[in-house]
């Protein structure tokens, strides 16, 4: 074996964004030598099968005193229904030789889901982590003895091109484009669907799987792409990172405290694309678009009508350099050489 093992359960291909940033990072530590990928796609009926497979690789793994890095969660096909079962596997790691590379902490972004009531106990024997930021690091230290800890700060976004600048022009003496893409949904972005085509000084390009017809005029649908073309295939001058609701001081949905811990993908996905962003003002992204200075703040989404567009050809340029960054893995290459640099150091166990 490899001097490390990459394990990783994902549901459906890249057609759905979910499995993109553990897939991609499987690609980019694949290509750094010493290191291979155990990755698996789950399908209908298959969660089973998949986790006795799991189980029967990390026995071994174990056996051989191989290092690991467990991207979590895993992603059975009936992900909320069967995560108990899968998080079992943890069991059969060394915590001494083991990495957990968090994607979600379900516990904060899904509530109401009850199978996740036993999340921080499921995490708590490990001593190694790889987390967003440093606000999902802070929570997690709540819970659990974390010994070492690695923010991994921006998720990298592989695309099957390399980036070709699109030469964005500021807004400034026209109406601006903002583009959304994601998850449609009213239960996830139910902004969307409350927008006032009158309050909006502004017009908005939407990509995604389309479920219900939104009647906004300003509000323009642009179809569903692979994951790997997607940031190739927007049109506009703004990225919008939001979950919820219009108006954030008044959003009370998970959706939107999560936003407070995590780094969503979709920032990738506009940085791969060279677009600067507007996000919540209190979202952990919000720290890294200041250090980097790639977009806007806001509290409401109307308050897009009044943004100041001097700073816009700043925000671009440092956008397109972040694009060649995340583009070539460049964010998950350091979080690796970090772990080595701790081994080497002797602060880590193994």
């Known amino acids: 074996m490899e001097e490390m093992q990459v394990v990783t359960i994902v549901e459906g291909g890249l057609g759905n964004a979910g499995p993109k940033a553990p897939l991609d990072i499987c690609r980019i530590l694949e290509g750094l030598g010493g290191v291979e990928s155990f990755a698996i796609s789950s399908e209908k009926g298959m969660d089973y099968p998949l986790y006795l497979e799991t189980l029967s690789y990390l026995k071994e793994v174990r056996k051989e005193g191989t290092q690991v890095i467990i991207q979590y969660p895993f992603q059975p096909c009936l992900y909320h229904k069967n995560q108990r079962m899968f998080a079992e596997l943890l069991k059969e790691l060394d915590p001494c030789r083991t990495w957990i590379w968090i994607h979600d902490i379900n516990q904060i972004r899904l509530p109401d889901k009850t199978c996740y009531d036993k999340e921080m106990d499921w995490l708590k024997p490990f001593q190694y982590f790889i987390v967003h930021n440093s606000r999902m690091e802070h929570y997690l230290r709540q819970y659990l003895n974390i010994e070492k800890c690695i923010c991994n700060e921006v998720f990298d976004y592989l695309c099957r091109d390399n980036f070709v600048n699109k030469y964005r022009q500021s807004p400034m003496e026209r109406e601006p484009e ?6 449609l949904v009213n239960s996830k972005s139910p902004f969307l669907y409350e927008l006032s085509e009158e309050k909006m000084n502004f017009r908005m390009n939407i990509y995604g799987k389309r479920e219900t017809l939104i009647k906004n005029k300003k509000v323009n649908y642009c179809g569903s792409f692979r994951a790997d073309i997607l940031p190739d295939k927007l049109r506009g001058d703004l990225g919008l990172v939001w979950d919820g609701t219009v108006d954030a001081s008044s959003d009370t949905m998970p959706q939107r405290n999560y936003t407070r811990y995590n780094t969503p993908h979709k920032f990738s996905c506009y940085m791969a694309a060279g677009l600067p962003v507007i996000a919540w003002k ?41 694009a060649v960054k995340v583009r070539d893995g460049w964010f998950t290459r350091r979080a690796f050489q970090a772990m080595r640099e701790m081994r080497a150091e002797g602060n880590v166990q193994f």
């Not at 903002?178 to 998850?183: K, Q, T, W």
């Not at 678009?289 to 671009?316: A, P």
């Open 178 to 183: 903002i583009v959304y893409a994601g998850n």
């Open 282 to 322: 209190d979202a952990a992204i919000a720290d890294v678009i200041r250090k980097y200075q790639v977009g806007y703040l806001i509290e409401n989404i109307y308050e897009i009508n009044q943004l100041d567009y001097t700073q816009y050809d700043t925000f671009r340029e440092n956008a397109e350099k972040l």
